[in-house]
């Protein structure tokens, strides 16, 4: 029976330990004289750095699972991130239990570590300051500066994009990132100042485009090395108005250039800020010397004063425009009667902005 039990022992696949109540008969299956070496004294994580508990501190040697057994604790998904001291970080869900001889005493301990994937691991650090960042609204990651590995989401980013943490986690950040010209320029702001900022197109779960901003930090992590912190935010709405306002703007430049009739645009002290090609040729003055001088001044003497009364009660606000018929005289003396239409472009709380005055020939 006991060489049955110690072929079972041996074949399980995950890390166990027996011990006797002093500590020192230590006995190892195989997959934990692979992790632990050969069986030592006391416990097998003695000498490594081992962080757990709420605050995610370091245990001390009292604290070790094998130890707290044989006081006689019974302890199940322990989870632990373990470091040993030639590097290596693992992490393990560990349960343990005493034995107990027929008096009721403790007269051993067995303890199991289970092994848990990189992608079924959080980042080690204090829980406190994870649930955190679990709750702000900005997505957060964690990449591994080495090879891209997602260490650690957040709420909001598994909101952002779609995937469940267990689902990103120990994946490539190319799960959500696509490729783009800002590549190189984010490695290089980060090799020259360790910060990179800028704005970038990324793909959802469901296959649906996004535009991010994100800001990229680099920094040394005691377990994982040389990682990158991504502060994201989903910025497709702005960016989507902004390229909307763009368009616009570039529509009524084609349409102010363009117009089969003079305009210009008018700052508040009338100065003349803007003007098209139509109106330069129906003035015959060239843009450079209508620009900051007064659509009035180009009337005929007779004719400048006809629409001071409309002007007034246009920047009073009691008309919305106003129309004047008048003549302009041109530089080489020639008289051009015209049509003017004045308006006034206000901002949302109602200050003028400009004046648009639209300029035909009769």
Known sequence: MAAAMNMV??????????????????????????????????????GWTVT???????????ELPLTRALRGESFRDLELEARAPDGRARGFRVSGQPLRGDDGGVIGAVVGFREVPQADRRVAGPRAARSTLDHLPLAVSLISAADGELLYVNAAWEAI?????????GQHVSLIATPTADASEMQQALDRTGRW????????????????????????????????IGVQADISAERAERVARTEAAQRWSSAFEDAPVGMAIIAPDLRMIDVNDRLCALSGYPRRELLGTSLATLAHPDDMALDAESAARLRAGEIPRYRVDKRLRRPDGQIVPVTITVSLVRSPDSEVMYELAVVAER
């Open 161 to 169: 994009f779609g995937y469940a943490a267990d689902d990103a986690l």
């Open 52 to 62: 757990a508990g709420q605050d995610g501190g370091v245990l001390a040697a009292g």
């Open 197 to 228: 900022h800028g704005e970038s197109e990324s793909r959802r779960e469901d296959g649906e485009m996004l535009w991010i901003a994100t800001d990229v930090s680099r920094f040394e992590h005691p377990e994982h090395g040389p990682v990158l």
């Open 9 to 46: 022992f041996e074949r399980v696949g995950d890390p166990v330990i027996t011990s006797d109540a002093s500590g020192t008969g230590l006995v190892f299956n195989r997959r934990a004289r692979e992790l632990f070496g050969t069986p030592g004294r006391f416990d097998p994580l003695a």
